[in-house]
C-alpha cells in the first residue's frame, strides 16, 4: 500500500505556486506570506516531521508574517502615492469664468482645465454675468457649485 504523506512535498509545491499566482494579481502581501509559510512547511516535510506538524510550521509562520512583515511592507508601498488630486478633488478650488449667466438655479463656466460645467451659485439670490471670474466651491453630481471669484488688484 502507498503511503500519501511521502508526496505532501508535491502538495507543499502546488500550494506555493497557487499563494504567489494570487498574489501576483493582487499585490496585497497576504498571499506572499501564506505562500512563504508554506515554504516552511515544505521544509519541515524534508526534514521528515509528521504531517500535522508541517500544517502547523505552515500556519504558524504564515500567520507570524501577515502579523509582523506584511504590515512593514504596505507602509513602504504605498509611502510614495500620487500625491496629486483627480477626478472631483482636482475640481474643488479651482477657477474658471462663466460662459452663460449663473443663478442659483443653472448656468454654464469653463474651468480652468477648458472643461465646461453646468453650474450653480452657492448664494441664493444673486447672479454672476458672462466673463466673471469663479471659483469651484463644490460638485453636485454633474454641476459644479461655485462662488464669485475675488479679483487680485496690481497696485502699480
Known amino acids: ?8 512535498w508535491i502538495l ?3 500550494l506555493i505556486f497557487v499563494a504567489i499566482t494570487i498574489e501576483l494579481l493582487s499585490l496585497e502581501f497576504t498571499f506572499l506570506m501564506i505562500s512563504i509559510g ?11 516531521l509528521d504531517w500535522w506538524l508541517q500544517i502547523v510550521v505552515a500556519a504558524g509562520l504564515s500567520v507570524l508574517l501577515l ?7 504596505l507602509r513602504a508601498l504605498r509611502n510614495g502615492g500620487d500625491p496629486a488630486l483627480s477626478n472631483i478633488d482636482a475640481l474643488i478650488g479651482m477657477t474658471g469664468r462663466v460662459v452663460s449667466t449663473v ?11 477648458g ?6 451659485l452657492l448664494v441664493a439670490g444673486a447672479s454672476i454675468e458672462p ?19 475675488e479679483r487680485t488688484q496690481n497696485n502699480a
Not at 500500500?1 to 505532501?8: C, G, H, K, R
Open 1 to 8: 500500500m502507498v503511503d500519501l504523506t511521502d508526496y505532501l
Open 12 to 14: 507543499w509545491l502546488v
Open 38 to 48: 508554506s515554504l516552511g512547511g515544505l521544509a519541515a516535510d524534508l526534514l521528515g
Open 67 to 73: 502579523l509582523t512583515i506584511r504590515p512593514f511592507l
Open 103 to 113: 443663478t442659483e438655479t443653472g448656468g454654464l463656466v469653463k474651468l480652468a482645465n
Open 115 to 120: 472643461e465646461t460645467w453646468t453650474a450653480r
Open 131 to 149: 466673463g466673471q471670474p469663479v471659483n469651484v466651491h463644490r460638485i453636485e453630481g454633474s454641476t459644479a457649485v461655485v462662488i464669485l471669484a
